[in-house]
């Protein structure tokens, strides 16, 4: 079975990728407007986009370009990404053609042969949060918000919130069965902190952190938990147990990843005395960080993208 073939939809055929689609797409990623949200930026050449084509041609993507039935050929683009993991899906479309409903009829045509002739269990999309029209041609095809985080591009400034949508083939097709057993489905991960004095943590956590005490459990308390977040369910949660042992081992470090105000906070807890250790820091694996010790010398790393 051809895993790459054209895919027909009532508009639209969606041809492969080829070398001679490069001067249709260079007008698509020569357009400022197309490319606001893209994750490189506007080409400035058509040798730009001729090494891309070459590029997504030799990789393991599987690329299609948007031709009219009765009109132009290369209006835009629907791939799977080849990456290990969640089959993820990207789109782009000419400015020229939005508003006329064809990039979703061109991913509904995508996720058909998706998971009919790929065999994919389930479908992903990263969508910039500022851009609200590529959110709801994700909910028109039947896609469901499911997380979020901070990535920055290169070619940009600052970082930006990430919306990952995810469509499952049960939720695509009523009665369909996946091919691959579920992965358990997992919330959150939250570490449990031995301390001497429960309550005595979480205060400090909601004074000098700038978290909110979930709960105490006990009175004098035994165990507890504090969160850090704007809405429920969401950011980072530490549950805290009364124990007596040695110190902490600052080896360990709990990692959060927070939005683009790292140097203000790391400025506040200076300004209350926390403990830094360091300044903020650009790390060669693209993130900005600092770290502290806790009332009870665990170590808690900030980073955010940088």
């Known amino acids: 079975m051809d895993d790459h073939a054209e895919i027909a939809t009532e508009r639209l055929i969606l041809r492969p990728l080829a070398p001679e689609h490069a001067a249709a797409l260079y007008e698509i990623h020569a357009d400022p407007e197309a490319m606001r949200f893209w994750h490189a930026p506007p080409h400035k050449h058509a040798d730009e986009t001729r090494a891309m084509v070459d590029e997504l041609i030799s990789g393991p993507e599987r ?15 629907v791939y799977y990404l080849g990456n290990v993991g969640r089959p993820g899906m990207g789109y782009i479309l000419h400015p020229g053609y939005w508003g006329k409903g064809l990039m979703s009829e ?3 045509g995508a ?4 998971f009919l002739r790929l065999n994919l269990d389930q479908v992903e ?22 997380a979020a985080f901070r ?8 970082s930006h919130e990430k919306l990952v ?7 695509w097709r009523p009665g369909a069965v996946a091919k691959r057993p579920r992965p358990i489905e997992a919330y959150s991960l939250q570490p449990v902190l031995a301390v001497p004095d429960v309550r005595a943590t979480a205060e400090y956590y909601r004074d000098m952190l700038g978290f909110e005490i979930a709960f105490l459990y006990g009175d004098p308390p035994t ?19 009364r124990a007596d042992g040695p110190a902490a081992d600052d080896r360990i470090a709990l990692y959060l990843s927070v939005g683009p105000g790292i140097d203000e906070l790391h400025g506040t807890y200076r300004a209350k005395g926390v403990e830094l250790v360091g300044e903020v820091v650009q790390q060669p694996w693209g993130m900005r960080e600092f770290a502290i010790k806790d009332c009870n010398g665990y170590v808690l790393r900030f980073g955010t993208p940088g």
């Open 165 to 171: 949508y995810g469509l499952r083939i049960e939720e």
């Open 106 to 108: 061109a991913v509904r």
């Open 151 to 158: 990535q920055k591009y290169p070619h940009d400034t600052f």
């Open 63 to 77: 690329v299609w370009v948007l031709c009219q039935r009765d009109g132009k050929e290369g209006i835009g683009l």
């Open 223 to 241: 165990y507890g938990a504090v969160s850090l977040n704007e809405w429920s369910a969401t950011g980072a949660h530490i549950q805290l147990s």
């Open 125 to 146: 999309l990263w969508i910039d949060a500022r851009n609200p029209a590529s959110q709801r041609l994700a909910e028109r095809t039947g896609f469901k918000r499911r």
């Open 111 to 114: 996720l058909e042969f998706g």
